[in-house]
Each structure stands twice: as C-alpha cells, then as structure tokens.
C-alpha cells in the first residue's frame, strides 16, 4: 500500500472525492447527460444558465427534474457572457434560481470565434461578485500572472484554459500551468481544451487538483463510455502525480545494471 497521502479537493469549504467537474450542454438530452455524468463518477456539474432550463421558462424540460442538487452541486456558469455587467448578472440570476446558491462559475468571452477569455472583464466581473458575496469559480487565460490576480480578490479556484473551448487540442502550455500551479494557494482547475483521457491524465499529471470538461465527453462517440474513460484517466493521472516521475534521460538507463553481476 502506498505510503503518499493525497489532499482532498477542496472548493469553498466543500470536500470532494472526485476532482472531475462535468457539463451539461451538447448531449442529445437530459437522460443522455445523466448516464455519462453517473459514469464519470463527477460530484459537480456546470450549467449555463443562459441556455439551459433551471426553471426559468417553466414550460420547458428542467435539468433539476433529472439531476438532483442534492446528490450534485449544481455549478451555473456564466456562458454566452461578454462583459462584466452580464455576466454579474446571470451570477445574481443563478443565485435566485437556486435559492441562494453562492457558488458560480465565472466566464467573460472575449469573442464568439476563439471564446478566449477577456480578462479586463473578467477581472471586473471579480471584483463585483467577491464584494457581494459570491463562491467564484474563474475560467481565464493561462497567464501565471492574471491567474495570481484572480486569487488575491479572493476566488474560490482559478480554471485557467489549457485549450480554447471546445477544440479538443490538448494542453497546450503545460509550463504556463506549472507556473500557475507553483504560486496558487486556491485550487486550479483545467478548464476547456480537453479532448480525450490522455489530456485529462496530462493535466493531473502536471500536479492540477482537478479538470472540468464538457465537450470531451457530450461529442464522443460514446459519451457514457467517454465518461468512464475521463474518470479513470483523471484519477490515474493524480496517482502519476503524487507517485513521481522517473527523470527524463538523453541515453539510455538499463533496468538490469550490470554493477555487482556474477560474472
């Protein structure tokens, strides 16, 4: 049994077991949604409350009605915001909805071709929610610097991109997320770029306490199966973590060395 002793997951005093966070938009529909966030073994899931049904229009289908806030922390999310101000107040949206839910995703896009951040709004958007009580989860760029700014107002985690949403790309800049990783005090969180469990393993490996996805998942193949295959590969890539990697090498290191052989 290993002698490494791992740290809980750890997001605005809540304790989670898994340090995969799921999506809720792209799949067919409610039921598809539910099947792969139970196979990804996920204990929160991100809504846009722009485009998806919390109770708002009452006539529709309610994401509640299929995923239960007690079993899973409904975590909204600022989607389709371009500035500070609408984003703000989707936040204030989601806390009535969810009747005083203070834990919010934020998100300002910069453009709806990349969907990179827009950080000015975005820092804009941190001051207003800390300032009025908000939990802050914050989907930003990979600048090392940006991200220790975001801590210090007082957020609850920083999620900065290892790709652009929904590109499927990978980690792109794994030092930019060491460097991050190096000064952060709030858990981070790899948010957007991942496209399959390699990159879910790559970002755990990195030393990150956790990976949201979305995309990955709803637009596999098999997105029960996709599911699956992310947990596994987000909890494997914790133990690599925490294990240690060998040192890399330029030649070549024999398994057997022949130092103290027979003959």
Known sequence: MSTVEDKPLV?????????LIVGSGKYKDFNENQLALEASGAEMITVAIRRVNLGQNKDEPNLLDVIS???????????????????VRTCRMA???????????????????TLYPNVTETLAAAEILVKDGFDVMVYTSDDPLIALRLEEIGYVAVMPLGAPIGSGLGIRNPYNIRMILENAKVPIIVDAGVGTASDA?????????????????????????????????????????????MPRRLYASASSPIDGTFF
Request: aromatic share 4%.
């Open 11 to 19: 997001v605005a005093g809540k304790t989670y077991d898994s340090r």
């Open 69 to 87: 806030p007690e079993q899973y922390t409904i975590l909204p999310n600022t989607a389709g915001c371009y500035t500070a101000d609408d984003a």
């Open 95 to 113: 806390r009535e909805l969810l009747d005083g839910h203070s834990l919010v995703k934020l998100e300002v896009l910069g453009d709806q071709k």
């Open 201 to 245: 393993s790559i970002a755990m490996e990195l030393g990150c306490d956790g990976v949201l996805m979305n995309t990955a998942i709803a637009e596999a193949g098999d997105p029960v199966l996709m599911a699956s295959a992310m947990k596994k590969a987000v909890e494997s890539g914790r133990e690599a973590f925490l294990a240690g990697r």
